[in-house]
């Protein structure tokens, strides 16, 4: 489980606090994963925010759309590799995990989505569809009601990267 | 009804009464048939009411998008299909994303309402957040503490524990607790915004660290079960109707093992020498201004009976006397004054008193004062303290 990482992630410079590796074939055996590993790294990051209860709710609530979105969308095998930095009252998650050019395609599309000027609407059109949510669903949310900073990544090892950067205690409470 | 499985672990249920249906627990299922049952109990309800119905996702904690879209799309089609229906949302302020997330529920349909249940917590809660209570609630902590600073070590309070204080008001209690026994924990929880923010406020200013300042709502708290050695709740179960909801949340949070500590008033029982029957016409009448508004100063022997109620053993209980002797007199000549503003300047007023009556609620303060300063003059508030201890 979590090795209480030292030092700074690779992608960013702000301090890493907690990173972890799984098989993504692991991962992704239960849906339950999502809510316990979402609700177990809240506890974990939220002991010292301005309150830890509505922070590690909030927190929760948001990484689990990320890990469901991943858990739904991702490529056959290889590594999951979770890790979440801070700096002051900016948290960031980031993803990597395997993903050939159509799964990296999806998301591009749901992160341009989500940070575009009428991600709003888009919310909207997409929470009443009245097929069942696509894998979109989840990061447009956090785009609009969390204002989380999206951004993917591609690496050469056939992986790619998803962040989220989010201000939770930023906002009025 | 009941599912349950670790990520959806949600109950609903509803009230025919208020046309009112209440979704609680956790819903963050993989799939949306997954809520088929539930989804068309609502439906079934919605079928028996015209007018305005309720949905009520107060105690709804965790909700994935998927759930989201469901419920989202259901009360939509609901009010769509139906002309005389409209629907209203009630959310918690307790719960982070609730308000925003189901605030596009307005967006799309002049039929759908969405609120944040808060206003009328409890009873008398105007005049505690609001009143001048802010000053009262540093003196008393300041007086009490000089009886409680040692009494907590007999009802069980050590070092390093993990400590929860509910409704802490402003948090003074939570400091002076800090600083004497060294807590490995220590979470402070309540539901006024404004004394918390005054209590980090303090607690920053005095270079005390680690207090955990929680906003929540103590009858149904997010805390996770099991979690403290030491749960104290002081002079609150007074201020609420049903003070057992609150007890059992607090024995909830309680390891097993752990104790349960709680004070309380009887505030017919204050007392002063000289100008004694002044002094007690004016708290009996304090004992009926507070259950006119559903609140219970007079709580403080019944602790016992409502630890028993709750589940508790091997109960402790005694009471101390907050007297002018305990330090400068003034200090609890302060208090009193501030009881006078708030029982007398605005609870009798709200009540409908005459200006006669309250001249004579506002004469015996005067006088308890007068014995708090007089050279020979005794005065005293007393106190009761009552533990108990959750089952192993
Ligand atoms: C009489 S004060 C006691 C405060 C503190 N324990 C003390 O002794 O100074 C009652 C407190 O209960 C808080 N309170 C009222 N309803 C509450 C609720 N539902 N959940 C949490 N706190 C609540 C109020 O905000 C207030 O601070």
Redesign the interface.
């Known amino acids: 489980m979590p090795a209480p990482a030292e030092g700074v992630s690779a992608k960013s410079d702000m301090p890493q606090l907690l990173q972890m590796d799984l098989d993504i074939g692991d991962f992704c055996s239960d849906w339950s994963h999502c809510d316990l590993m979402s609700g177990y790294v809240a506890r974990m990051v939220s002991h010292n925010r301005l309150d830890s209860v509505l922070f590690a709710n909030l927190y929760s609530s948001a990484l689990n759309e990320l890990l469901e979105t991943v858990f739904r969308v991702h490529g056959q095998t290889g590594t999951l590799q979770f890790s979440v930095q801070r700096q002051d009252n900016l948290d960031r998650v980031e993803l990597v995990f395997p993903a050939d050019d159509a799964i990296y395609g999806v998301y591009k599309d749901a992160v341009a989505k989500a940070s575009h000027d009428n991600a709003e609407t888009l919310y909207l059109e997409a929470l009443f569809a009245e097929t069942e949510p696509g894998p979109g669903l989840g990061l447009l949310e956090l785009g609009v009601d969390y204002g989380a900073r999206l951004s993917t990544d591609r690496h050469d090892d056939g992986r790619m990267c998803l962040i989220a950067e989010l201000s939770l205690e930023g906002e009025k409470e | 009804m009941i599912a349950e ?3 959806l672990a949600f109950a609903w249920s509803y009230n025919d009464n208020d046309q009112e249906f209440s979704l609680k627990g ?1 819903l ?1 299922p ?3 048939d997954e809520l088929s049952l539930c989804m068309s109990e609502l439906e079934g309800s919605v079928a028996k009411v015209s007018g305005k119905f309720y949905v009520n996702v107060r105690r709804l ?6 759930a ?2 469901a419920l ?2 259901k009360i ?1 089609d609901l009010v769509r299909e139906r002309a005389d229906l409209s629907i209203h949302v009630t959310t918690s302020s ?4 609730a308000t ?2 189901f605030a ?1 529920l307005e ?2 349909s002049d039929k759908i309402t969405v609120s944040e249940y808060d206003s009328e917590f409890y009873p008398g809660q105007t005049f505690l957040e609001e009143g001048g209570f802010i000053p009262i609630l540093r003196t008393q902590t300041k007086l009490t503490w000089h009886h409680e600073r040692t009494l907590l070590a007999d009802h069980g309070l050590k070092p390093d524990m993990e400590v929860a204080d509910i409704c802490c008001g402003i948090g003074d209690f939570a400091v002076l607790l800090q600083k004497e026994y060294r807590p490995a924990r220590l ?1 402070a ?1 309540d539901h006024s ?1 404004s004394s ?1 923010d005054y209590a ?1 406020k303090v607690a920053g200013e005095f270079g005390v660290r680690g207090i ?5 709502d103590a009858s149904e708290m ?2 996770e079960s099991d979690q403290f050695d030491f749960v104290t709740c002081r002079h609150s179960l007074q201020v609420f109707d049903r003070p057992e909801l609150i007890l059992r949340e607090l024995f909830r949070i309680c390891k097993p093992g752990g104790r349960v500590y709680v004070t309380n008033e009887k505030n017919s029982h204050c007392l002063g020498e000289p100008r004694a029957e002044t002094i007690q016409k004016t708290y009996n009448e304090v004992a009926r201004l507070w259950a006119h508004f559903n609140m219970d100063i007079e709580l403080g022997p019944k602790s016992r009976r409502y630890l028993i109620e709750a589940g508790f053993d091997d109960i402790r209980m005694e009471s101390f006397m907050v007297t002018n002797r305990d330090g400068n007199p003034q200090d609890f000549a302060d208090i009193i004054q501030s009881w006078e503003n708030v029982y007398a300047g605005q609870m009798a007023v709200q009540r409908g008193d005459s200006e006669e009556e309250i001249r004579a609620l506002r004469k015996g303060f005067q006088d308890h004062i007068f014995a708090a300063l007089h050279p020979k003059g005794y005065a005293g508030w007393p106190v009761w303290v009552a533990s108990g201890r959750k089952p192993a």
Do not use: I, T
């Open positions: 499985n670790a990520a956790s963050r993989q799939k949306s904690v965790r909700m994935n998008n998927v989201f879209h989202a799309c939509l307790v719960v982070g994303w925003r997330k596009v967006a799309v979470v929880l915004r918390l980090r955990d300042y929680v906003f929540g997010l805390l």
